[in-house]
T-cell receptor, first 113, second 114 residues
Framework: RKEVEQDPGPFNVPEGATVAFNCTYS??????FFWYRQDCRKEPKLLMS???SGNEDGRFTAQLNRASQYISLLIRDSKLSDSATYLC??????????????FGKGTKLSVKP | EPEVTQTPSHQVTQMGQEVILRCVPI?????FYWYRQILGQKVEFLVS????????KSEIFDDQFSVERPDGSNFTLKIRSTKLEDSAMYFC????????????FGQGTRLTVV
């Protein structure tokens, strides 16, 4: 079973649409969760951390369901500048690991005018 | 805003040659990482480094790879004898603490082995 799985995408949406990304992780001991954004041929950049209570940052809302080992990201009122690949990332937290991050393959989003 | 810097941005090397990829992590960070991303694939963990020693490495990080922090500032990744399949984007990252904090990534070094 893959450690972090995401919707394969790509998602092609018009400006203003609401987009939802889903992710599942395999290790129930994982403690920290993130959504990163990666533009083409660039480095990953943190979009937001994901907390158990759910968290919101402007148009972005992240949710975590530990029982289902499921993470989501919702983007409301999408903009052209939201076009990127969205990476679900889980902090390895087992066997003495030192916090290395495990990445999903990412879901590409294209927002069209 | 502090940032992780990597050099060079692009390196082309012949198969069998040694390459050294360089990184300057953020100055008050304690944990350092190398990741790689083969074109079209996911970002993969290579190695983590803490307190001047390797703390964890993946299966990818075999005897051909090594890391060093020679002067308390730079953090380098050496590939001793490059193979075609080492062609990838290599990202350096640093974190202030081990968990629950943002990992900052450098802009990457694109390694092309010919």
């Amino acid at each position: 079973r893959k450690e972090v799985e995401q919707d394969p995408g790509p998602f092609n949406v018009p400006e203003g649409a609401t987009v939802a990304f889903n992710c599942t992780y395999s290790n129930s001991a994982s403690q920290s969760f993130f959504w990163y954004r990666q533009d083409c041929r660039k480095e990953p950049k943190l979009l937001m951390s994901v907390y158990s209570s759910g968290n919101e940052d402007g148009r972005f809302t992240a949710q975590l369901n530990r029982a289902s080992q499921y993470i989501s990201l919702l983007i409301r009122d999408s903009k052209l500048s939201d076009s990127a690949t969205y990476l679900c990332v889980v902090n390895a937290n087992y066997g003495g690991s030192q916090g290395n991050l495990i990445f999903g393959k990412g879901t590409k989003l294209s927002v069209k005018p | 805003e502090p940032e992780v810097t990597q050099t060079p941005s692009h390196q082309v090397t012949q198969m069998g040659q040694e390459v050294i990829l360089r990184c300057v992590p953020i100055s008050n960070h304690l944990y350092f990482y190398w990741y790689r991303q083969i074109l079209g694939q996911k970002v993969e963990f290579l190695v983590s480094f803490y307190n001047n020693e390797i703390s964890e490495k993946s299966e990818i990080f075999d005897d051909q790879f090594s890391v060093e922090r020679p002067d308390g500032s730079n953090f380098t990744l050496k590939i001793r004898s490059t193979k075609l399949e080492d062609s990838a984007m290599y990202f350096c990252a640093s974190r202030r603490t081990e968990m629950n904090t943002e990992a900052f990534f450098g802009q990457g070094t694109r390694l092309t082995v010919v």
